[in-house]
């Protein structure tokens, strides 16, 4: 048995979303190996609001590589009911439209073939208090550059993720560790480590890295 912590019943806000990924890897450096979010935030998320369902799609790519992976939220708009009969709108992944959901849709299965993966790192978590979410400089300590970078992460050994936390953003930088070449997890291409690449970030696309070499290794393309 274990503890499972979570971030709270946080906003709905891609400014929220940023503070996840720094509180995941505090809380993992904290000794607490089991970490997780509400996805999509649990207050003010309206599913008829274009910027949520924008919203909800980084945040599933983010939860996805996180420990624990779960949906939850209050979301809008409310049914009008007060006390117990007060209920708030459909929060299932099909709620957010067909677009959102054939992205959500994909996300599903990459969690179900990452499973292997996973629960090698919770067993190795639940022998060694090795956390499965993990700072770059954990695994490359001899980098200084791996120290100062807060808005990617190691998922284990041999994954790193780099969440897309803004709206509408098309691009963001990726710091790759020196100590390692790096494979992506999309298009197979390969990027030499100690490197910061310009990747772009399609609604679709959470730019995630294969470590050169490791037994692991599959590709994300459907």
């Known amino acids: 048995f274990s503890s499972i912590?979570?971030?709270?019943?946080?906003?709905?806000?891609?400014?929220?979303?940023?503070?996840?990924?720094?509180?995941?890897?505090?809380?993992?450096?904290?000794?607490?190996?089991?970490?997780?979010?509400?996805?999509?935030?649990?207050?003010?998320?309206?599913?008829?609001?274009?910027e949520f369902q924008e919203l909800i799609v980084r945040w599933f790519q983010y939860g996805v590589f996180c420990p624990i992976f779960r949906l939850h939220g209050a979301r809008l708009p409310f049914n009008g009911e007060a006390g117990a009969f007060a209920s708030g709108a459909p929060n299932e992944v099909w709620s957010f439209g067909e677009c959102d959901y054939a992205i959500i849709k994909d996300l599903l299965f990459l969690r179900e073939k990452l499973k292997p993966y996973l629960m090698h790192l919770n067993r190795q978590a639940h022998e060694t208090g090795q956390p499965p979410m993990r700072p770059l400089f954990f695994d490359f300590p001899e980098d200084p550059a791996a120290w100062e970078v807060e808005d990617a992460f190691l998922l284990g050994p041999a994954l790193l993720v780099a969440p897309v936390?803004?709206?509408g953003q098309q691009q963001r930088e990726v710091y790759l560790p020196a100590g390692a070449d790096w494979i992506s997890a999309w298009d197979g291409s390969e990027v030499p480590g100690g490197t910061t690449q310009v990747v772009n970030t399609p609604i679709e696309t959470i730019p995630v890295y294969w470590r050169k070499g490791s037994s692991w290794q599959f590709s994300f393309k459907s």
């Open 5 to 50: 912590i979570w971030s709270g019943d946080v906003a709905s806000t891609f400014e929220t979303l940023q503070a996840q990924i720094r509180a995941g890897l505090n809380m993992a450096m904290s000794g607490i190996p089991w970490w997780t979010t509400d996805i999509g935030g649990f207050l003010n998320g309206d599913i008829r609001d274009p």
């Open 165 to 167: 936390m803004n709206k």
